[in-house]
C-alpha cells in the first residue's frame, strides 16, 4: 500500500471489511445511509484508495475487493503514532496509554500473557 489511509479512506475500508468486496453503487448506498455522503464524494475516494493500492477494482461492475485488512492498516498506524509521538519506543507508547487509560486487573492480566507469548 502506497501511504497513510485518511479518515474518509478508512470509511471505505470499513464497509469492504465488514462486508466483503462491493459494487462501487452498493458503497454509495451504504456510506449515504451511513455518513450521508453523496455519490460523486464516494467515488472520489474509492479512486483515491484504489490509486493507494489499498483497494482493486475489477469488472463487471466496478467491484471493489480490499488488499488490505484491518490488522495491516492498524499495525502501521500504530507504528507511525510510535514513531512519531514516542520516538519509536514502544514502552514510552505503553507507559502513557496507562497513564492516561487505566485498565482493570482482568485486563492487566491479558496483557501480561501477551507480552510472554511474544517473548
Not at 484504489?50 to 499495525?75: H, N, S, Y
Not at 514516542?86 to 482482568?106: H, P, R, V, Y
Amino acid at each position: 500500500m502506497n501511504g497513510k489511509l485518511f479518515d474518509s479512506e478508512l470509511k471505505v475500508m470499513e464497509v469492504l471489511w465488514e462486508q466483503g468486496p462491493k459494487s462501487a453503487k452498493d458503497i454509495v448506498d451504504v456510506l449515504s445511509a451511513r455518513i450521508g455522503w453523496n455519490k460523486n464524494t464516494t467515488y472520489t475516494v474509492i479512486k483515491k484508495c484504489i490509486e493507494k493500492g489499498a483497494v482493486e477494482r475489477g469488472e463487471p461492475g466496478f467491484v471493489c475487493t480490499p488488499l488490505v485488512t484491518r490488522d495491516e492498516v492498524a499495525q502501521s498506524e500504530t507504528e507511525q503514532l510510535i514513531d512519531k509521538m514516542f520516538g519509536g519506543s514502544s514502552e514510552l507508547f505503553f507507559s502513557s496509554f496507562l497513564k492516561n487509560q487505566g485498565i482493570s486487573e482482568a485486563e492487566a492480566a491479558r496483557l501480561a500473557r501477551m507480552i510472554e507469548e511474544a517473548k
